[in-house]
């Protein structure tokens, strides 16, 4: 048996649980499968980095099947801008992660989350924003950095394109595409940080038959839903993942 960062079959087990429903929600909204799974998987793992370099490699199957379903619907543009500072945030939180303290970052993080999709519900009838193109790189900045740091860079991309009044599939789309470009920035980075590890890329390939598992039923339900049920889960789901980071915080 190769080596692995599972201590147990039991642990093993509520991993694969837990990534089976982080990738049914990731693939249903196109995000939140990070910020669910590493939130949850801290309980069962004493070191951070194990879970991050976990969903490193975990979330590609999602990323690639949505991208390539969702394609025409992709404002490259925007992502282009975006992705000037993504480049640059992610170094930053790589390095955070392995010399860094990251529970202050994680208590904003949960508190303006929680703030954003109250904030959402409370005014479901807004007038979509037209960002400009300079908006882009500050956004991608802070999404970098939270995706170096935590492989959670959601956040700020969520409320971007939320703003903007995006479709269903096409905020999908445009999240996804930016998860898997910045998917491929990670790598080599993690690599040079040393975070990647045989166990670590071990225990992907094990776990795998639960994410994809997840992939087919998020794919199933977001064919389903409506633009105005699909819009209310997002705020539901951005104040949710609020609190998880808080309870994370305050069971830690």
Request: with cysteine.
């Amino acid at each position: 048996m190769p080596p692995t960062i599972f201590t147990s079959p039991l642990q093993f087990a509520a991993t694969c649980v837990v990534l089976c429903i982080a990738q049914i929600v990731y693939v249903t909204f196109g995000f939140g499968s990070g910020l669910i799974a590493v939130g949850t998987l801290a309980l069962l793992f004493p070191e951070l980095k194990d879970v991050v370099v976990l969903l490193l490699f975990l979330n590609l199957p999602a990323e690639g099947s949505v991208v390539a379903s969702s394609w025409r619907t992709v404002r490259w543009r925007g992502i282009a801008s975006l992705g000037v500072g993504i480049v640059i945030g992610i170094p930053l939180g790589a390095a955070l992660l392995k010399h860094g303290e990251s529970t202050l970052v994680l208590a904003l993080l949960g508190g303006f989350l929680v703030a954003a999709g109250a904030a959402f519900l409370a005014l479901p009838g807004r007038r979509p924003i037209r960002w400009p193109l300079w908006s882009g790189p500050p956004v991608g900045v802070l999404s970098g950095l939270l995706t170096g740091l935590f492989g959670t860079g959601g956040p700020p991309l969520i409320i971007y394109y939320h703003l903007g009044g995006l479709n269903k599939t096409a905020f999908r789309g445009n999240l996804m595409t930016i998860f898997l470009l910045k998917t491929v920035i990670r790598v080599p980075a993690y690599f040079i940080a040393g975070l990647v590890t045989i166990p670590r890329l071990w225990s992907s390939l094990l776990t795998l038959p639960a994410v994809l598992l997840g992939i087919w039923i998020g794919h199933r339900i977001h064919v389903r839903l409506s633009d105005d049920t699909f819009r209310t889960l997002v705020s539901l789901l951005l104040g949710a993942i609020g609190i998880l980071l808080l309870l994370r915080i305050g069971w830690s």
